[in-house]
């Protein structure tokens, strides 16, 4: 079975720093990893997917995230956050049946402050 | 650009009152699922449907039901509110055909139960 746990319930970093937000998953199969962003009082957005290939993965907004197999990690990084980054961010794995299920860690709400 | 709505944004509702929240995406996607977002606890998925009415258990479906009779709507009823059943919830689609795996979601229905 698929699990994701996502390290640190809050993060908070100044403007200008680097952000990271850690994601750790345990799955049986070869994995297919996502991160997800909510802005507030908003449904989720995809931020960046890994499916195969590059394991170093580009997204939206300056976001990028590393599939690191042997560590069974999928860290999400930015190397300058900005105020409007502040947000609710979700790792989440697809389960290894049909449908396009996905198992979502308990999040990480990012703080930017000045 | 797939549009996933949801009927309301906030719903206030008594303890013991029927309640349907209702879900409509415009991609034709085969798959749509339910979830609710509690601090702390991620997404948990409620039900899911892969086909007009054919539907699935998600993890936590105990008090709620589901209704999918047009490939474009999704219903999800609670049959008789609990104020335990105060959260966010959450509905989204996905294809799986040729698929990219991720969901799309709407923005989102606060229920709160007095």
């Known amino acids: 079975a698929q699990s994701v746990t996502q390290l640190g319930s809050h993060v908070s970093v100044s403007e200008g720093a680097l952000v990271l937000l850690r994601c750790n998953y345990s799955?049986?199969?070869?994995?297919?990893l996502f991160w997800y962003v909510q802005y507030p009082n908003q449904g989720l957005q995809l931020l960046l997917k890994?499916?195969?290939?590059?394991?170093l993965v580009k997204g939206i907004n300056g976001f990028e995230a590393e599939f690191k197999k042997s560590e069974t990690s999928f860290h999400l990084t930015k190397p300058s956050a900005h105020m409007s980054d502040a947000a609710e961010y979700f790792c989440?794995?697809?389960?290894?049946?049909?449908?396009?299920?996905?198992?979502f860690g308990a999040g990480t709400r990012l703080a930017v402050h000045p | 650009d797939v549009k996933v709505t949801q009927s309301s944004r906030y719903l206030v509702k008594r303890t013991g009152e029927k309640v349907f929240l209702e879900c409509v995406q415009d991609?034709?996607?085969?798959?749509m699922f339910w979830y609710r977002q509690d601090p702390g606890l991620g997404l948990r998925l409620i039900y899911f449907?892969?086909?007009?009415?054919?539907?699935e258990k998600g993890d936590i479906p105990e008090g709620y039901s589901v209704s999918r009779e047009k490939k474009e709507r999704f219903s999800l009823i609670l049959e008789s509110a609990s104020t335990n059943q105060t959260s966010m919830y959450l509905c989204?689609?996905?294809?799986?055909?040729?698929?990219?795996?991720?969901?799309?979601f709407g923005p989102g229905t606060r229920l709160t139960v007095t």
């Open positions: 989204a689609s996905s294809t799986p055909s040729g698929s990219t795996y991720e969901q799309y």
């Open positions: 799955s049986s199969v070869p994995p297919y």
């Open positions: 890994y499916l195969s290939g590059s394991t």
């Open positions: 989440a794995v697809k389960t290894s049946g049909g449908y396009n299920k996905l198992i």
């Open positions: 991609m034709d996607h085969e798959n």
């Open positions: 449907s892969y086909d007009v009415k054919m539907k």
